[in-house]
């Protein structure tokens, strides 16, 4: 799996989708559902309120590296039956997962966020992996390209990249969540000595 961590906020997610919107992706919600279709977010709006009834996890898929519609598995749970997206069967598609910063006894933390996909995929004509191809790559690539830019703190097996917004939250003495929490002070420092 291709992955990247990045620190973002709210703002920064919308951001993201809109400029994905844009760009010619479908979005749909990456959750459980009642039914066994997906949910498809058509507009910018209705990223924005889904965002803000919760919604973090986002599969975004396009024409140009998108093969095959992704899969959806049936589960129990609780006695009720959902359908979940399996992003590794069919696709190929680009995961994002957004977790908001919140507080936690007098600690303010900023959790880590994930933008993936997956290296190889399951054709549902025959189960059978294969690669997902150069195209989701470079779309993947494409979509990271700002955040690349930004800061980058390291942790002892990964990495993350910082927005700006992330930044000036720092500044406001919230911190980064483990294992890059220690990264915070420096980050905070750098940021101070830029301006």
Request: include cysteine; proline fraction near 5%.
């Amino acid at each position: 799996m291709a992955e990247a961590n990045w620190f973002i906020t709210e703002v920064d997610l919308r951001e993201l989708l809109q400029k994905a919107l844009g760009a010619g992706y479908r979005i749909s919600l990456n959750k459980n559902f009642k039914q066994p279709n997906q949910v498809r977010l058509e507009d910018a709006e209705s990223c924005v309120q889904s965002i803000k009834r919760g919604e973090h996890a986002f599969l975004l898929e396009r024409d140009d590296f998108t093969r095959y519609p992704i899969g959806l598995r049936e589960i129990t749970k609780e006695g009720n039956r959902y359908w979940y997206p399996r992003a590794k069967e069919g696709g190929p598609a680009i995961e994002v997962y957004y977790f908001s910063p919140f507080e936690k006894a007098g600690r303010k933390v900023i959790p880590c966020s994930l933008i993936s996909y997956h290296e190889k995929i399951l054709n549902p004509a025959n189960n059978r992996e294969e690669p997902a191809g150069a195209a989701v790559k470079k779309a993947f690539s494409g979509l990271l390209g700002e955040l690349t830019r930004a800061k980058k703190v390291k942790a002892v097996h990964s990495s993350a990249n910082l927005s700006p917004r992330v930044l000036d939250m720092l500044a406001l003495g919230w911190e980064l969540a483990a294992p890059y929490a220690i990264q915070a002070s420096d980050a905070r420092r750098n940021k101070a000595s830029a301006s």
